[in-house]
């Protein structure tokens, strides 16, 4: 057994792997295990980068936070419009992030019940 590049991604993999767990190119006959554990990888990745856009947001909301409790010298005086929007798009971003995220979680919990990984 050796390390060879992937044809397709060009990332290290086994010279046995049928399935290149990077890109999900197939060099061969692939089992049904193979392709599940390839789809559990993708999900969890996804999972993680809906993490971190989540956790990006989320600091978008706090800085237009700050904006605000600048402009308006500790709540006492009003300010323009531009927090407002700031922290309105801040929230719902979230909210639509937060969304997709339970869907993917959701996707992983039944590929996991499907194929026996716990």
């Not at 409790?69 to 971003?93: C, D, H, I, N, V």
């Amino acid at each position: 057994m050796s390390i060879i590049n992937c044809p397709s991604c060009n990332e290290r993999i086994s010279s046995q792997a049928m399935l290149c767990l990077h890109c999900g190119f197939k060099r061969g006959d692939v089992s049904e295990d193979e392709l599940k554990e390839y789809r559990r990888r993708e999900l969890r990745e996804h999972i993680y980068r809906l993490k971190m856009a989540s956790y990006g947001v989320l600091s978008l909301f706090l800085v237009a936070f700050a904006w605000y409790w600048k402009e308006t010298q500790g709540f006492q005086y009003r300010s323009t419009m531009g927090p407002y929007l700031l922290l309105a798009m801040g929230a719902a971003a979230y909210l639509v992030i937060r969304l997709y995220l339970f869907k993917a979680k959701s996707a992983l919990r039944r590929l996991a019940e499907r194929s026996g990984f716990f």
